[in-house]
């Protein structure tokens, strides 16, 4: 049991450490939450997803996309337009009154809030970052006979810490009953979405090859 508890323990502090960070899709899942639109059905994409990239990363992908610098390019331009689009929106919102009311569920249907949510996971460069190559990296290190179960306690880190943020959001439901929280949130999402479509950018133009 102790030789199991280390990888499992070594998986769930390291995925906890790279996904508590503010990021796009930190903030999208915080703003759906404070909506209850979609919460679980974001909750359960975004943590299969981390899963599903973590196992690939200790199978072997992260050294396979370590070699194809070009791809990097193509996700970073990619990840880059999306979070401008989605920063400008967000931008928007801040000076469209009738779109701050904290009680406005039923906006987004589940398949654009789906969309988005893939959007957020699967055009960000810095998710393979941290997930494939980085989570990969540890994971692969590991002897072979314990690998999944560090995969297991990194996937429980990403679906407890997406579950907490979408769910606990609600706890701040209070303070964005008032139009100026939300200004304040949207403004504060779009700044962070166009700061970060910036550096991919520069990411994309640095690259080589």
Do not use: K
Not at 184 to 202: N, R, W
């Amino acid at each position: 049991m102790t030789t199991l508890l280390l990888p499992f323990t070594t998986g769930f502090l390291l995925s906890g450490a790279l996904i508590i960070a503010i990021g796009a899709q930190n903030l999208f899942v915080l703003r759906q939450g404070l909506r209850r639109e979609h919460v679980g059905a974001i909750v359960l994409f975004c943590g299969t997803a981390d899963a599903l990239l973590i196992a690939a990363g200790v199978a072997g992908v992260g050294a396979f996309l370590a070699a194809l610098p070009q791809l990097t390019t193509l996700l970073a331009l990619g990840g880059a337009g999306f979070l401008g689009w989605y920063g400008v929106q967000a931008l928007r919102r801040m000076a469209a009154p009738e779109a701050m009311a904290v009680m406005a569920a039923g906006e987004t249907t589940l398949a654009r809030a789906l969309m988005a949510t893939a959007g957020f996971t699967l055009l960000n460069p810095h998710v393979y970052l941290d997930t494939v190559l980085l989570m990969g990296a540890a994971g692969s290190a590991q002897p072979e006979a314990v690998r999944p179960v560090f995969v297991a306690g990194a996937a429980l880190a990403s679906f407890s810490w997406f579950a907490g943020l979408g769910y606990g959001a609600r706890l701040l439901r209070p303070l964005f009953a008032r139009p100026a929280a939300w200004r304040v949130l949207d403004a504060g999402v779009g700044i962070v979405m166009l700061t970060l479509a910036a550096s991919l950018v520069l990411r994309a133009l640095t690259l080589p090859g």
